[in-house]
């Protein structure tokens, strides 16, 4: 099973800071990784994509938080980044990590889910 581990979540003034992180392990072996990304569920809303990044390294970020956060990838971790400058209190949610992955060369890609990280900007 892979187990994906999201970290970096808290309280924060508006205009402050936070690092989100993502680590994707399994029991065994994780062959491959495609796309990680992060998505953000605020309450009464929808999971939304917040931003996402490929194995390749192509971003892709939601327009609401273009020039604000920075996703970033260690390939040798199995890690992915969110840096999210200039919070805003409508950024208030819970954070998950999501990963395409793929076991061994005789498995399919799936897509696997962290537990949510609290993010929590005040005014």
């Known amino acids: 099973q892979v187990q994906l581990v999201e970290s970096g979540g808290g309280l924060v003034q508006a205009g402050g800071s936070l690092r989100l992180s993502c680590v994707a392990s399994?029991?065994?072996?994780?062959?491959?990784?495609?796309?990680m990304a992060w998505y953000r569920q605020a309450p009464g809303k929808q999971r939304e994509l917040v931003a996402s990044?490929?194995?390749?390294?192509?971003?892709n970020y939601a327009d609401s938080v273009k020039g604000r956060f920075t996703i970033s990838r260690d390939y040798a971790k199995n890690t992915v980044y969110l840096q999210m400058n200039s919070l805003k209190p409508e950024d208030t949610a819970v954070f998950y990590c999501?990963?395409?992955?793929?076991?061994?060369?005789?498995?399919?890609?799936?897509?696997?889910w962290g537990q949510g990280t609290q993010v929590t900007v005040s005014s």
């Open positions: 990044i490929t194995a390749g390294g192509t971003t």
């Open positions: 399994a029991s065994g072996s994780i062959f491959a990784i495609n796309t």
């Open positions: 999501k990963a395409d992955v793929r076991r061994s060369p005789y498995n399919i890609w799936a897509d696997y």
